[in-house]
């Protein structure tokens, strides 16, 4: 699909194509992300060629409701030792708000990713600036 729609890329789950497969079909130029949640899997997106990451869940997670949260979250201490393992820019996605957000970048995130904290909240552009706001205390 980002292919026909000439998209400058594309960000890439479990489920969907490997990195350099999508590397092939979108060229040299193309963004290409990859969702991890440990050491071992962003090493291996980095070595397969991948622009950035996406980790988590960082933390329990309302917009995902076929999972146990207790088990999927990887904590910032995960967020931490991929920092240390890669050297392309990652982000941290999963439960993500402006109280936790400083923490996430703290840990090594170079940014966060939300979807909960804004979508729900009752003043999207208020949390959206809250969210900016420890993204910034966290660097």
């Given at each position: 699909i980002a292919r026909a729609l000439d998209a400058d890329g594309v960000h890439l789950g479990d489920d969907d194509l490997p990195v350099p497969v999508a590397r092939d079909l979108l060229g040299d130029d193309a963004l290409v992300g990859r969702s991890v949640s440990t050491v071992d899997a962003a090493r291996d997106a980095e070595a397969a060629g991948a622009d950035y990451l996406?980790?988590?869940a960082v933390f329990a997670t309302g917009s995902k409701d076929d999972i146990d949260d207790d088990e999927y979250a990887v904590g910032t201490d995960?967020?931490?030792?991929?920092?240390?393992?890669?050297?392309?820019p990652f982000v941290g996605i999963g439960g993500i708000t402006?109280?936790?957000a400083t923490e996430v970048v703290e840990a090594g995130a170079d940014g966060v990713?939300?979807?909960?904290?804004?979508?729900?909240?009752?003043?999207?552009?208020?949390?959206?600036?809250?969210?900016h706001s420890a993204v910034e205390q966290g660097r």
């Open positions: 996406g980790v988590g995960r967020v931490a030792a991929i920092a240390e393992a890669v050297d392309i402006a109280d936790n990713a939300v979807i909960t904290a804004i979508t729900r909240a009752e003043d999207p552009a208020a949390a959206t600036e809250a969210l």
